[in-house]
């Protein structure tokens, strides 16, 4: 059974950092693609960004240029590195990984960005 576990969420102030882990339950080469998705309350989910298994990775506009998708795959864990946080970025965010027609979501991890 494929199980994604989040971890790294919290509370920081506006500026700040913080990187989320998703721990894959089997090789994380196995996904076509994995990804962070976010959502807020009242609003749909959203992409925020992605990487395939070939390594190549794309971004949401909103955090082009201060969010980093990574992976280590001998720990088959992909990290979302988060800098220059803002209160918009505030929301729950999910691990997300396709394998074949199956997608894996993972419990979601809170990130609060005070002013």
């Known amino acids: 059974q494929v199980q994604l576990v989040e971890s790294g969420g919290g509370l920081v102030e506006a500026g700040g950092s913080l990187r989320l882990s998703c721990a894959a339950s089997i090789s994380i080469l196995s996904f076509n693609a994995m990804a962070w998705y976010r959502q807020a309350p009242g609003t749909q989910r959203e992409l925020v960004a992605r990487?395939?298994?070939?390594?190549?990775?794309n971004y949401a506009d909103s955090v082009k240029g201060r969010f980093t998708i990574s992976r280590d795959t001998a720990k088959n864990t992909v990290y979302l590195q988060m800098n220059s946080l803002e209160p918009e970025d505030t929301a729950v965010y999910y691990c997300n990984a396709w394998r074949y027609s199956t997608a894996y979501w993972g419990q979601g991890t809170q990130v609060t960005v005070s002013s």
């Open positions: 990487i395939t298994s070939g390594g190549s990775t």
